[in-house]
């Protein structure tokens, strides 16, 4: 593969057919026995990396580094911060999905304040190391495998290096097996329901509860229901929205499902319809002020008092899902039928919940 050099204006720039298509850079210098002797290396190189296989597409790699504003070569907690801003940008992050992310970008910035284009294969190594002596092996893989996609994003924006450096530690993490969380019990969940309802504080939040527990919806789900998406015979529930940090999204998997509730589920809804008497627009399950639940408030105070006053062993809220797709799979239901029915995946929910799938009808009556 042969790169031309020819005068543009007074100045050099390189032009080349690679795999069909045809490339142009410029040298950045004057046509002058210097300038020459500079685009020669620069076609020298695209050439040998043309004939080696690393051959940069995007041209980055040939371009003079940027400095200011627009630099192309950064620091590694620069970079990682860039990768951050984009994709929480791109795919709308919310506060608590970023919280995973700033833990990872204070020990990045504490210990590895280095251009991100010299992070090797060995300081990538030593910096896992270290990361294994202060976190978890689980969450040391989880932090690996972000800088490893930050890395991937980079490619063709800065000056990296030529191989990902980040692969190799993360494919030599290997965590212990991590313990299901085990469902509350059929006992359990009619305890944790009468507390709730006969509680002088979040007594509120007992047909909320209710809910999550005779549907497997995510909270945010939930949280976000409004009375227009229930059937007009209280028997369905369009799940297509969600809310976290108090803005309204679409559902984590971004795909709408319809749900067919049970008799004790529907007639709950059908009596706080009549007794509240509200608009269409308005929450179903609101806050004791009226606003959206905060899921925080509600996990840390009405929750946790629940299940102590109750003496249960502490489990999140969003138990409640993982409870309501075991007993359904206990109780025989398709386990198609409950993913469709809980917005799960299919193949993941099978390999999750495999010990606890027979073949039958779908959620239990609580």
């Known amino acids: 593969m042969k790169v031309t050099i020819e005068n543009h204006n007074g100045r050099l720039r390189l032009r080349w057919l690679y795999q069909g298509k045809r490339y142009t850079l410029s040298a950045a210098v004057s046509d002058n026995p210097t300038g020459r002797a500079l685009a020669r290396q620069k076609a020298a190189q695209i050439e040998l990396d043309i004939s080696a296989g690393y051959f940069d597409p995007s041209l980055l790699k040939y371009k003079p580094k940027l400095l200011g504003k627009n630099a192309t070569e950064l620091t590694a907690p620069q970079l990682f911060d860039r990768y951050v801003e ?8 919310t ?11 204070a020990h990045v910035r504490q210990h590895l304040t280095l251009p991100a284009v010299t992070v090797s294969d060995r300081i990538a190594g030593d910096f896992a190391a270290y990361l294994k002596e202060h976190v978890s092996d689980r969450t040391a893989k989880e932090y690996l495998w972000m800088l490893r996609s930050c890395w991937d994003w980079a490619r063709g924006k800065y000056h990296i290096a030529d191989e990902n450096p980040w692969i190799a530690p993360l494919a030599r993490i290997k965590p212990q097996p991590k ?9 359990e969940i009619k ?13 509120h939040y007992y047909p909320f509860v209710q809910f999550l527990f005779g549907t497997g919806c995510r909270l945010g789900e939930a949280i976000a229901l409004q009375w227009k998406h229930l059937g007009a015979d209280y028997q369905t529930a369009w799940i297509g929205q969600s809310i976290a940090d108090g803005k309204r999204k679409s559902t984590k998997t971004g795909k709408a499902r319809t749900i067919l509730l049970s008799s004790k589920v529907s007639e709950m809804l059908r009596s706080r319809h009549e007794a509240l008497q509200p608009k269409p ?15 925080h408030n509600f996990r840390n105070r009405a929750w946790k008092h629940i299940l102590e006053q109750c003496h249960i062993e502490y489990r999140k809220p969003y138990s409640t899902r993982h409870t309501a797709i ?10 198609l039928q409950v993913a469709e029915a809980t917005g799960h995946d299919p193949r993941v929910l099978h390999q999750s919940y495999a010990s606890a799938i027979e073949q039958q009808s779908v959620f239990v009556e609580f």
Do not use: C
């Open 86 to 93: 984009a994709i929480a940008r791109d795919k709308n992050l």
């Open 95 to 105: 506060n608590g999905s970023l919280r995973r992310y700033q833990g990872i970008q």
């Open 179 to 187: 313990q299901k969380v085990r469902p509350f019990t059929t006992a």
């Open 191 to 203: 305890a944790i329901l009468a507390a709730f309802e006969g509680d002088r504080y979040y007594s």
């Open 281 to 295: 627009d308005d929450l179903v399950f609101p806050s004791p002020k009226g606003g959206y639940i905060d899921s």
């Open 326 to 335: 075991s007993h359904a799979l206990a109780n025989g239901a398709n386990y």
